[in-house]
């Protein structure tokens, strides 16, 4: 492929609700630009874009893909996304890399919440966005009702440069209102006339809002010279102040090159977006970087794949300067020098050698040693960095067991290698349950990390719900006492301890003391004692769950010249310490996380109604921008599938963070089926072993 310049690159991420068929677009513009023979479909796993044996299996996308398509004398660098909500941090990283955003949507379904979505993230981005109506061909599809919820929802921007000719099984191309031509430059039939000349008003009228001197012509009753209403189109576009409109069937392949000569002709190229920000590592000072070719180099990394047997394959936008193939640059975040080898152009799974990536572009190198994703690559005598990106924090648990010895070894390793891959992951050791948690953003998400696992890496594990870490504590005072006497054929044992036992306020920890006097236990005895207890700690009497929120005090006890020793004394500060707590009135602690739910309006009742019968207490509700923030605080063991419940309840609109409170006691009706359950769980675990 050849190099292009700033001018000529297009970087358009397409987002959407799941389903609308981003992927069979991308498949229907490469085909149009006679890059493909025959046009891939979803459902027979043969699409450039969905190439990872999970995307075939399952039908759908998960990770983002590049698609570099040249139309005419344009760069079109299409970056494919997930539209499944669990993968949305694939998206976001997409949308960092484009200039501009085409958001579909499906002409059966017209605005639902993953185009609401999309919306929001490009807001929030600033990106320019058009819409692309899609399977215009399908039963119920309806173009005029699709419009009409796009002006609803987002506003009068929203205006369509096209109208259909036929709809559903009739239909069969598209008309262009500018210049009221179909796709092969011929007049709009008799039939269709009047309705196309009243979107042309509209969006004539549009257009001219958005530019003084074509609305003095259209109020002066003047025809506008379509160049110039293109040009104000593309203008009003960059502004944010239009959103086109466009429709086909990616399909049947119908609309795809009015599509392409849209992309090329409406959306921005590197050098007409706003300077990119940078701070200079040196100065401290912010830089506004532009696409220039001969600028400092600034290569942002948006994505990284791990692979067992490649290594890790690095996604990067070259913002400003030109990175080049066999070269060495500085990546500022880990402070050390990076060598470059072999530059890729990548499309899907393909990969195309390139001497260089200019301003503007979008390509990959592979085996990094220590650049990972938010990372950038600059000069050493220019360091830069931009700002990272966020992703949303993960939502859904489960803990992971190898399978075998086997995979045991291979778990840690798979593991960072992943995380790397994904940012929206996170991996961490629940030292009170002993197990290895991995979080994402949804059930689906941790599934195809988990396949992921094994197949790139080799390691088999399964998968369960997090236990809870609960923890034991003391209501009451009590004093415990405990004499440790064994005879053997030589020296003896012996070992005897009083402890007083006090309940602490939630949340003290352990404390231990000694107030013993006359010597009745030596000095040296004490630390054997504070072991002996703080050993006894991590196995309470009730199910086994770590003792807290306790303080133990040596009061009294005794010694033999001859058969005490430090183990003696040891094993009868653990069973003093044990009697005692099982006289105390223990009691089950359970973790409490604080809760804070955004929902619209519509589902605030639903949600609240659903968070009383998980024993949550709701401490109040805050109005925001159409949405209610609900504030609560619940325990853990009834929220740890929370993801899942709030997505059905609120059909994926609500969104909820979570952060761990404090520890307060399980009910008493709860108590015994938790501490019958922790035995169950500890025999079966001893009869495994």
């Not at 796709?183 to 269709?192: H, K, W």
């Not at 990067?316 to 072999?342: C, F, M, P």
């Not at 504030?631 to 009834?638: D, I, K, N, R």
Request: net charge negative.
């Amino acid at each position: 492929m050849a190099v292009y310049s700033p001018e000529k690159i297009r970087n358009v991420v397409f987002l959407s609700h799941h389903g609308a068929g981003k992927t069979t677009l991308a498949e229907a513009l490469l085909f149009t630009a006679g890059l493909l023979t025959r046009q891939g479909r979803v459902e027979d796993g043969n699409t450039v874009s969905d190439h990872d044996p999970d995307e075939i299996r399952r039908h759908i996308s998960i990770g983002l893909s590049l698609l570099p398509v040249p139309w005419k004398d344009t760069k079109i660098n299409v970056l494919d996304t997930p539209g499944y909500a669990d993968f949305v941090g694939e998206a976001l990283a997409a949308i960092r890399a484009a200039d501009a955003a085409l958001i579909l949507v499906d002409a059966t379904g017209g605005v639902q919440v993953g185009t609401e979505q999309a919306w929001q993230y490009c807001q929030e981005r600033g990106l320019p966005r058009a819409f692309f109506v899609n399977k215009m061909d399908r039963e119920n599809a309806d173009f005029s009702r699709a419009l009409a919820a796009l002006r609803q929802r987002f506003g009068k921007g929203c205006v369509t440069l096209q109208m259909p000719l036929g709809q559903q099984a009739s239909f069969k191309g598209v008309i262009d209102l500018i210049s009221l031509r179909d796709a092969q430059g011929g007049e709009v039939p008799p039939a269709l006339l009047p309705r196309a000349q009243e979107l042309r008003e509209q969006v004539l009228e549009a257009v001219a809002e958005t530019d003084d001197a074509l609305l003095s012509s259209y109020l002066e009753g003047k025809e506008l010279a379509q160049d110039d209403v293109r040009r104000a189109l593309a203008k009003g576009i960059r502004a944010g102040q239009l959103q086109p409109v466009l429709l086909g069937s990616a399909a049947q392949n119908i609309g795809s090159g009015k599509l392409l000569a849209a992309l090329v002709a409406l959306f921005p190229s590197p050098v007409e977006v706003p300077p990119a920000p940078a701070l200079n590592l040196v100065t401290k000072q912010t830089e506004e970087l532009t696409a220039n070719p001969a600028g400092p180099l600034a290569a942002f990394v948006f994505k990284t794949t791990a692979d067992p047997y490649v290594g890790r394959l690095t996604y990067l936008r070259v913002y400003s300067g030109t990175l080049k193939s066999d070269s060495h640059v500085w990546n500022g975040a880990k402070k050390q020098e990076e060598r470059i080898g072999q530059l890729y152009l990548v499309r899907g799974k393909g990969e195309e050698n390139t001497p260089q990536l200019a301003a503007g572009d979008i390509g990959a190198v592979a085996k990094l040693a220590e650049t990972a994703t938010n990372d950038t690559l600059t000069q050493p005598d220019h360091p830069l960095a931009f700002p990272p990106m966020k992703f949303p924090l993960p939502l859904y648990s489960a803990a992971v067991h190898p399978k075998t010895k086997v995979d045991l070894d291979k778990l840690g390793h798979a593991l960072a290698r992943l995380a790397e891959e994904d940012p929206t992951i996170s991996i961490r050791r629940e030292p009170d349950t002993s197990e290895t948690i991995l979080s994402g953003l949804g059930e689906s998400h941790i599934q195809v990390t988990v396949e992921k696992m094994q197949r790139k890496f080799g390691a088999g594990v399964v998968t369960a719900p997090p236990k809870v870490p609960y923890k034991e504590t003391t209501t009451t005072r009590v004093k415990s006492e405990y004499r440790h006497k064994k005879q053997t054929g030589g020296h003896g044992q012996y070992g005897h301890v009083v402890l007083d036992l006090e309940p602490l306020r939630l949340g003290a920890g352990f404390e231990f003391a000694s107030k013993v006097v006359g010597g009745s236990v030596p000095k040296n005895y004490i630390p054997a004692v504070e072991k002996g207890v703080r050993n006894t700690l991590p196995e309470g009497p009730l199910a086994h769950f770590p003792l807290v929120d306790l303080r133990a005090i040596l009061v009294d006890g005794s010694y033999h010249d001859v058969d005490s020793s430090d183990m003696a004394f040891q094993i009868a500060a653990s069973q003093a310490l044990h009697k005692g707590v099982s006289e105390a009135h223990p009691v089950l602690l359970e973790p409490v996380v604080n809760l804070r739910v955004q929902v619209p309006n519509s589902f605030t009742g639903e949600v609240i109604g659903d968070l009383n019968t998980k024993r949550t207490r709701v401490h109040g509700m805050l109005p925001e921008d159409g949405t209610t923030v609900i504030e609560a605080e619940g325990p853990l063991a009834e929220l740890q599938r929370y993801a899942t419940d709030l997505r059905s309840l609120t059909q994926g609109r609500g969104s909820f963070t979570t952060e761990f409170s404090h520890y307060e006691e399980v009910p008493a009706h709860l108590a015994p089926k938790i501490a019958e359950a922790a035995h169950r769980e500890r025999e079966a675990a001893q009869k495994g072993e």
